[in-house]
């Protein structure tokens, strides 16, 4: 269970570290992290965040926050965070830090860059090697939902117009673009292995697309309600 100072009311984001073992939360002063069957947790106030992401095989943890003008959303950057630990202590050491606003998170394969989507679609890459964002894809439409694939291969975009777009990271061309006709709140994921994306919302199904071809494949039905996630 999720303690205070979590409000459970308010959704918030969960990661998961690539070895499964690790889990995280996001939260209105900052994040919890704790091992999977342990009940000890740890707290790192880090101020207000909403999304995170753990770097591919690393105790490497990245949180940022889409403020969407919500003066409670802090100084809007995204900050990076080595918790690996010492002889059973825990560690938060801040290793990197940009600013951006943070719908998204994701990490490239290897774990050096990560790469951050804000509510206005604007796409930042940013290298632990160099200390900065080395890359910056803009946007200029506003979202209702992002995702970046485990590969670090693809962003997904779900824009306010009702299009969603994916776009292949290392040319920055939008591969693929698809209509939604419920675009106020939907939510999109990739598959483990980056080849499927999955969009879900008020329309009571999931809508799948292959990442490579852009098929659309059957949609997944027989929900009742709305598709949270």
């Known amino acids: 269970p999720l303690r205070p100072p979590f409000d459970p009311s308010r959704r918030r984001g969960l990661a998961f570290s690539t070895d499964g073992e690790w889990l995280a939360a996001t939260g209105a002063e900052g994040f919890e992290y704790w091992r999977r ?22 105790m490497v943890l990245a949180t940022g926050v889409a403020g969407r003008g919500d003066p409670e959303a802090g100084d809007r950057k995204v900050r990076i965070f080595d918790l690996t630990t010492s002889e059973s202590v825990p560690s938060s050491r801040r290793i990197g830090q940009f600013t951006s606003e943070a719908m998204a998170l994701g990490w490239a394969a290897n774990g050096r860059t990560l790469m951050a989507i804000s509510p206005a679609g604007t796409i930042r890459m940013f290298s632990l090697a160099s200390n900065a964002v080395v890359r ?21 975009r779900a824009l306010r117009s009702g299009q969603i777009h994916l776009t292949e990271l290392a040319g920055g061309q939008t591969r693929f673009r698809w209509r939604e006709p419920n675009p106020i709140d939907v939510h999109l994921d990739f598959s483990a292995n980056s080849r499927l994306l999955a969009a879900a919302g008020g329309g009571q199904l999931i809508r799948l697309w292959e990442t490579e071809t852009g098929r659309e494949l059957p949609s997944l039905r027989g929900h009742t309600g709305p598709v949270l996630d």
């Open 37 to 58: 069957n342990d009940e000890s947790t740890f707290f790192v106030p880090s101020g207000p965040c909403s999304a995170l992401a753990f770097a591919p095989g690393e």
């Open 136 to 156: 910056t894809l803009r946007g200029g439409n506003e979202l209702t939902a992002a995702a970046l694939s485990p590969n670090g291969r693809w962003a997904a």
